[in-house]
């Protein structure tokens, strides 16, 4: 197999310096740029085409979502990983959106997950660790959810039975029985009351907005 080259993206030069000598140490890769911004980023892809890029999440200016989608737009085939401390739901599932292929976290990766993953990466599949999959499944969840289930939700939230909820959305009992089944199934919940508590703990719904 080819060398894989790597575009090394981060503002921070002291990070981007050690992660460039750590990739160029390993047998199979080779750095072809490295860049502190998005301006710099742009141009080196621009020239060298990289298989894989790795990027800050954090950056000045353009962040690392944003200059995703700018690479994407350039290149539809353009793989990207980002690395970041940020764990939070809403920013894993930003990344997913713009395109990234992998996403892993600096205080629990170590350089041997980032080769793992510009190989994954490289030969076409994505890198996204446990922890990290599992908020992509828990917003994926979300999303799932149409409309209707999520009037359901509202109505558990605000301790309704299922015959307040029937009346407050006019809609037959059976068919509360029904959301309430598909929430379980989407939620992967036993019950009604886990699966109101997973819709909270997933921020689907907030019961401090619940009158």
Request: glycine share 6%.
């Amino acid at each position: 197999m080819n060398e894989i080259t790597v575009l090394v993206v981060d503002d921070n030069a002291l990070l981007r310096m050690g992660l460039t000598h750590a990739i160029e140490s390993e047998d199979g890769f080779k750095i072809v740029g490295e860049a502190a911004n998005a301006e710099e980023a742009l141009a080196l892809y621009k020239q060298h085409r990289p298989d894989v890029v790795t990027m800050d999440y954090q950056m000045p200016g353009v962040d690392g979502v944003e200059l995703t989608r700018q690479l994407i737009t350039l290149d539809p085939d353009a793989k990207i990983v980002l690395l970041t401390v940020k764990e939070a739901e809403e920013d894993v599932w930003n990344a997913v959106q713009a395109g990234c292929k992998g996403y892993l976290t600096k205080r629990a990766g170590e350089v041997e997950d980032v080769f793992q993953a510009l190989h994954e990466i490289a030969t076409g599949h994505t890198y996204f660790p446990a922890k990290v999959a599992s908020k992509i499944e828990s917003r994926l969840a979300h999303e799932a959810l149409t409309p209707r289930e999520l009037e359901v939700l509202q109505g558990l939230a605000k301790g309704f039975s299922n015959k307040e909820i029937m009346d407050e959305l006019d809609i037959s009992e059976g068919t509360v029985k029904l959301h309430l089944s598909n929430l379980r199934k989407k939620l992967n919940a036993a019950d009604r009351t886990q699966a109101l508590i997973t819709a909270v703990q997933r921020g689907i719904v907030d019961l401090k907005q619940q009158p």
